[in-house]
């Protein structure tokens, strides 16, 4: 005679397996009428709680991705606050009248004397001081026109400094033969700049006869200026 052994399972553990309310009924009947070890009710057992657990994972992993994915929709949602474009930092500076040296082997700061172009970059006080308004690393390419106004030879030479002291390594030098011996020189340096930092170009000369000299204009050709400095980002 067979022997009925009690549904051990809940109807909640049932359905974690079972699509509907007519198959648990049917899964009910079923221990009503077939013969199960102990084993077998057991093994059924763990089977609908292991089933619930599943469930019960799957349905935490979809609450979470339904809060990730809410928290990616807010955020495409907010409008992020808009970076203000720089400005590009530049200048444009000039001497257009005519330097001399008092005295020979003196070093003179070039003093500007026309803003041509300045955007974050300008004159300060005194006017051979050309300062920055943001850090970044620069370009400063200097030339001057030179002429000697007696007979012999000179040299002169040009170089940068920073804040007042001389860039190591910066010096160009330039030999001017006989009276009126016009020729330029041109020097270029790159250098990394705090806001506030300045920049100069200092001359020298071994004979005070050399100068920086402004060219006179004609009917062909426009005056050209004694020295030019162009401040651009490197």
């Known amino acids: 005679m067979a022997t009925q052994n009690r549904l051990t399972l809940t109807r ?17 009947r079923l221990f009503g009428v077939v013969d199960l070890l102990p084993e077998d009710i057991l093994t059924l057992t763990l089977l609908a709680e292991g089933a619930e657990l599943t469930a019960g ?18 955020t495409l949602d907010t409008p992020r606050p808009e970076t203000p474009p720089q400005r590009t930092r530049r200048g444009a500076f ?6 001399t040296a008092a005295l020979p082997n003196v070093a003179y700061p070039i003093v500007f004397d026309a803003t041509v172009l300045s955007s974050g970059v300008y004159l300060g006080t005194p006017l051979s001081r050309v300062i920055v308004d943001t850090p970044g690393t620069y ?24 804040n007042g002291t001389d860039v190591a390594n910066s010096a160009v ?50 005056a050209g200026a004694a020295a030019t400095l162009l401040v651009s980002p490197a």
């Open 12 to 28: 909640d553990q049932l359905a974690a397996f079972l699509k509907d309310h007519n198959s648990i009924r049917q899964f009910e």
């Open 57 to 74: 994972d799957a349905s935490a992993t979809a609450v979470q991705a339904l809060d990730t994915a809410q928290l990616l929709l807010s």
């Open 94 to 99: 000039q001497r257009v009248a005519t330097q």
């Open 139 to 162: 370009t400063f390419d200097a030339a001057v026109q030179l002429d000697r106004t007696a007979a012999g030879v000179s040299f002169v030479w040009l170089w940068a400094r920073l």
């Open 173 to 222: 030098q330039h030999r001017v033969n006989a009276t009126d011996g016009e020729t330029s020189l041109r020097t270029a340096v790159q250098l990394a700049l705090a806001a506030g930092d300045y920049v100069e170009f200092a001359w020298e000369t071994d004979a005070v006869t050399t100068q920086l000299q402004t060219l006179a204009s004609t009917a062909v050709h426009p």
